[in-house]
C-alpha cells in the first residue's frame, strides 16, 4: 500500500474522470487547525466556506467536525440548511433578505457587506439581536503586492478610510442594535501570515478608536493547509494571537476562522486516463478523459502536484508503478520525451493541461493523478460538453462513490420541455 492508502486492485477499478477524497489526510487537516486554536485560542469558531466546494458528503463531514457553515448567498445558506447545519455564519455582499430574516430569527453570526442590509435591520431597531460588519481597510499598504486587489483595493465591507465604517457602526448605535464582532477577511495571494498580523492589528486599532467590545474578531479564510514549506494553522494563529493580545483577551473575545482550501484542497485528487496519444508537426499531446476546467477552471495554474501511473507496468491486482517529476523512476523501456503537451476530452484548442518536459512517454490507459485538487475546482466545473465526474472516498484502502456521475437526467434536471 503506498502512503495514500492504495490497494492495486480496487484503485484500479476506479473510473476516470473522477475525483478521489482521501478520508485520512481530510480529518488530519481538520485536527490540525482545531488542535493550534486549542493552544493558541481555545474560545474559537470554525466556519467552513462553503464556496471553496460544498460537496455534500465532505459538508457532513464539516458539520460532524463541528464547524459552522460560512455561507455567501441564499443557495448556500439553503444548502446548509437542508444539510442539518445548526450553525451558521453568513458573509457575503449580496444576501438573500429572506434567508437574512431567517438568520437573524434563528441567532446566527451574520456580518454585515453591504448598506442594504443596514435598511433591512430598521425593521429590527431595538431588538436583542446583534450583527457584524466586514472591514474594509487598505491591507495593501501594509503588506505590499500580498493583497488580491492589488493597488485597486477590496470591493468588500465597509471602508474604514472613506468614514463608511464609521458610518455603519453610527447607523447601528441609532437602532441600538449591537455589534457583535468585526470580519476582517482579505483575499490574498501569498496566504502568508503577515496578511493575518495586519487584519489582527487593524482589529485593535478599531477597538481602541471607536470604542468597541465585539464579541468575536472574524479573520476569515485564505490559510495554506497540508503543505510542507508552508505555513501551518498552529503558525497562523500563534501569530494572531500575538497581535490580537494588547486589545482583546482569549477568555472574553471568540476568534473565528473560515477556512476553505487550506482544509478541502489537500486531501483531494483529480484522476484522468491517457485515452490517444498524436503526434502532429508541432509536438506530441497526450489527450485524456479529463479536462482543465475540472482541476483548473480559472486558468491560473501552470504546474500540479501529478503523479503518473503507468498501467502497463502493473499486473492484474498490483498497484500501477508511478512515476512523477519528483522520483525520475520511469519505466525502464519507456523513451524521453522532450516535450508531451497533457490535453482534456473538451473541444478547446486551450484545453491543455500541462506539459511534460524531458518525461517518459506516457501511453494510452496511464492515469495521471492531480494531487492537491479539492478547492475551488468542484464548485467551479462548468456542466460543458461531460458534465460533473463522479466522486470516490478512500477510507482503509477501499474506495467508495460519494457522488455519482451526472449524466442528463441530472442535467435536465428542473428542465421544462414545452
Ligand atoms: C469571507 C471568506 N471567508 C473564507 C474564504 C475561504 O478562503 P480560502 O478558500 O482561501 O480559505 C473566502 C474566500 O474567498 C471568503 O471570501
Not at 220 to 244: S, T, W
Not at 357 to 385: H, N, W
Request: hydrophobic share 35%.
Amino acid at each position: 500500500m503506498s502512503e495514500t492508502g492504495r490497494t492495486g486492485q480496487i484503485y484500479n477499478e476506479i473510473q476516470t474522470p473522477c475525483y478521489i477524497i482521501y478520508r485520512e489526510e481530510l480529518d488530519r487537516g481538520i485536527e490540525e487547525l482545531k488542535q493550534a486554536l486549542a493552544q493558541y485560542w481555545p474560545r474559537a469558531i470554525v466556519g467552513y466556506s462553503f464556496k471553496t466546494n460544498a460537496l455534500p458528503w465532505a459538508m457532513i463531514q464539516m458539520k460532524q467536525a463541528g464547524f459552522y457553515a460560512e455561507v455567501v448567498s441564499e443557495d448556500e445558506y439553503d444548502l446548509a440548511m437542508k444539510l442539518g447545519f445548526e450553525h451558521v455564519i453568513y458573509n457575503g455582499p449580496v444576501k438573500g433578505k429572506r434567508s437574512f430574516d431567517d438568520a437573524l430569527k434563528r441567532g446566527y453570526i451574520i456580518n454585515l457587506d453591504a448598506k442594504r442590509e443596514l435598511d433591512w435591520l430598521e425593521a429590527y431597531a431595538g431588538t436583542d439581536i446583534a450583527v457584524g460588519l466586514r472591514v474594509n481597510f487598505d491591507v495593501e499598504s501594509e503588506c505590499p503586492g500580498e493583497t488580491s486587489g492589488g493597488q485597486e483595493g477590496s470591493r468588500f465591507g465597509f471602508s474604514y478610510e472613506t468614514g463608511e465604517f464609521a458610518e455603519a457602526l453610527e447607523r447601528l448605535k441609532r437602532m441600538n442594535i449591537r455589534l457583535a464582532g468585526l470580519h476582517m477577511h482579505c483575499g490574498s495571494k501569498t496566504r502568508s501570515i503577515n496578511i493575518y498580523r495586519a487584519l489582527a492589528r487593524k482589529a485593535c486599532e478599531l477597538k481602541k478608536e471607536f470604542d468597541l467590545n465585539p464579541d468575536y474578531i472574524d479573520l476569515g479564510g485564505g490559510y495554506f493547509g497540508g503543505m510542507p514549506n508552508k505555513p501551518h494553522f498552529a503558525d497562523y494563529v500563534k501569530a494572531i494571537r500575538e497581535e490580537l493580545l494588547p486589545a482583546y483577551s482569549p477568555e472574553d473575545t471568540t476568534l473565528i476562522m473560515e477556512p476553505g482550501t487550506s482544509i478541502i484542497t489537500p486531501p483531494i485528487e483529480y484522476v484522468v486516463s491517457v485515452v490517444d496519444v498524436k503526434k502532429t508537426y508541432a509536438g506530441q499531446f497526450a489527450v485524456t478523459d479529463g479536462s482543465r476546467i475540472d482541476v483548473d477552471p480559472l486558468h491560473r495554474k501552470s504546474s500540479y502536484f501529478y503523479e503518473v501511473q503507468s498501467e502497463r507496468t502493473s499486473s492484474p491486482g498490483q498497484s500501477p508503478a508511478a512515476f512523477s517529476e519528483q522520483e525520475q523512476t520511469a519505466p525502464q523501456e519507456r523513451k524521453t520525451i522532450a516535450k508531451q503537451t497533457v490535453c482534456g476530452f473538451t473541444c478547446m484548442e486551450d484545453d491543455r493541461i500541462f506539459e511534460m518536459k524531458d518525461q517518459p512517454e506516457l501511453r494510452v490507459g496511464d492515469r495521471i493523478a492531480f494531487k492537491k485538487s479539492g478547492g475551488y475546482t468542484m464548485c467551479l466545473t462548468p456542466l460543458f460538453i461531460r458534465y460533473f465526474p463522479r466522486v470516490y472516498v478512500e477510507e482503509a484502502g477501499t474506495y467508495r462513490i460519494v457522488r455519482d456521475a451526472w449524466g442528463p437526467d441530472e442535467y435536465m434536471s428542473g428542465s421544462h420541455l414545452v
